[in-house]
């Protein structure tokens, strides 16, 4: 740390380290850089000192990279150097350096070496990960159903239908809606989200070497990390005892196995703790992100009813109403895997990614990176780049859109991140993304309850993740 300090004296400028407004003691940029809403003061740094430039969160100083080619050429052409987990402080409190999220080294490359394989063939139970979607959809359908075209909040049933998603995956079972633990889960995940994005939680994240000797409402956190955590290992004790190694039911019992491969290698990377966390991780990541995406893309089209309307011509004429959609219908369906692509552009959902860092003093561009920098490649400069997309702060599909009305890709589109941290989910949440929406549309119309023009669109909690505005809806059956 005292190097790092000693390094960010010498100067900024060529050869030097990237240059950025000067910080005061302690407090580092704390008046410049605003903590509820980054983008934004991020932003108008870039303007000021470039596309990589340097801010100090309290005593720590960030590299920030600003635009589509320094992100593209750190984290995809030098994807090696890059590939490090930054530091942030509450995922290193909560994970202490395990499972897939927050850690690094070895350890790391295989436990998500692991998981992505897992997920990705699931030689576990016959059914595909599409099917298990299409299985979900149905219960969703019936909890919509049920509000019989009254006005209601979607949050919640969105929560439950990804996350059953993913205990399917992870747990080998689903959950009912009503379920008294179950409720209590969404609970814990939906503190966690909005402690991280709350003021406490950002203050954290730049001041934790004081924040974590003192009394306040940013050590509440951890007691739902222990409270998830908690439930995870009961799931794990239940998994050991019927634990069949020839036929894994789901993926704790695929890493128990692994587990009983390794129990004779010193220094295993699949342990307890170890499975524990990567549970955890998986099921965390993969509720929140999801649904909170799904809850923007259903709120953007009641703001815009004529683009639903579009979506739902092109359902009726690939898809109909008789049969359930599935992941094939999407290249039919060019307008509408513009509209999915649009939201996750538009939304910007993980704004600044996930810190990365740097592990030997690095040369990058002009300038050199300390050895164990952190770094924020900052995604939404890239989704709204107006070079690339004409007027990025619209909605609008026309964006993937080619004259003809056949998709068109873009490099630009990187919601997921980019190079080796990627999110390891990815497959899994486009298709979910996809077809729940579908499969909602293709039922509903979904109407706004106060006139489409006044609702807003802007996110309001903007720290860590954009998240949408609370907003009713009423699902017209169709």
């Known amino acids: 740390m005292q190097r790092m300090k000693a390094a960010w004296k010498g100067r900024s400028g060529k050869g030097k380290v990237p240059p950025g407004p000067a910080p005061l003691p302690i407090l ?50 030098r994807a090696d150097e890059f590939a490090s987990r930054g530091h942030m402080p509450i995922g290193d409190r909560a994970n202490n350096g395990l499972g897939i999220i927050f850690s690094n080294n070895e350890p ?49 049933m969105l929560s439950c239908s990804v996350s059953n998603i993913i205990c399917s995956i992870v747990f080998g079972k689903r959950y009912d809606y009503n379920d008294k633990k179950f409720l209590a889960l969404m609970n814990n995940m939906n503190n966690i989200f909005e402690m991280t994005n709350s003021k406490w939680g950002q203050l954290y994240q730049m001041f934790s070497n004081i924040l974590d000797y003192l009394p306040g409402p940013h050590n509440n956190i951890f007691a739902e990390f222990d409270a998830l955590k908690a439930f995870v290992a009961e799931e794990v004790k239940l998994h050991q005892a019927s634990l069949d190694p020839n036929s894994p039911q789901d993926f704790i019992d695929c890493f128990l196995s692994k587990m009983q491969e390794e129990k004779d290698r010193p220094n295993s990377s699949f342990h307890m703790k170890n499975l524990i966390t990567s549970t955890f991780d998986l099921f965390i990541a993969g509720t929140e992100t999801t649904s909170t995406t799904i809850r923007y893309g259903l709120l953007l089209l009641l703001k815009y009813p004529k683009i639903q309307e579009k979506v739902q011509e092109e359902i009726d004429q690939v898809i109909g109403r008789s049969r359930k959609p599935c992941v094939a219908d999407r290249t039919q369906m060019p307008y509408t895997d513009a509209v999915v692509h649009e939201i996750q552009r538009f939304i910007s959902l993980v704004p600044l990614a996930l810190p990365h860092t740097v592990t030997k003093d690095t040369s990058f561009r002009d300038y050199v990176i300390p050895k164990g920098t952190t770094i924020f490649p900052v995604l939404t400069s890239v989704l709204h780049d107006s070079k690339e997309f004409a007027n990025p702060h619209e909605f609008n599909p026309e964006h993937f859109l080619n004259k003809d009305g056949t998709f068109r890709k873009s490099d630009f589109f990187m919601p997921f991140s980019a190079g080796k941290r ?49 907003y009713q809806l009423c699902a017209v059956p169709r």
């Open 108 to 156: 790391w490359l295989q436990v998500r070496r692991f998981s992505l394989t897992t997920l990705r063939n699931f030689g576990m139970g016959k059914r595909s990960i599409e099917e298990r979607i299409q299985e979900e959809s149905d219960y969703l359908l019936e909890e919509i159903n049920k509000t019989k075209g009254a006005s209601f909040d979607p949050t919640f």
């Open 28 to 77: 580092g940029n704390l008046l410049q850089v605003k903590a509820s809403n980054l983008t934004e003061t991020l932003q108008k740094l870039s303007e000021q000192y470039g596309q990589v430039f340097t801010v100090h969160m309290g005593s720590d100083p960030v590299v920030v990279l600003y635009g589509h080619d320094v992100v593209k050429e750190a984290l995809v052409d």
């Open 422 to 470: 990627i999110c390891p989910g990815e497959g899994l949440a486009r298709m979910e993304i996809f077809l729940l929406m579908v499969i909602i549309l293709q039922n509903f119309t979904l109407k706004s309850v106060v006139n489409p023009q006044e609702l807003s669109i802007t996110p309001t909690l903007s720290g860590t993740v954009n998240v949408p505005p609370a």
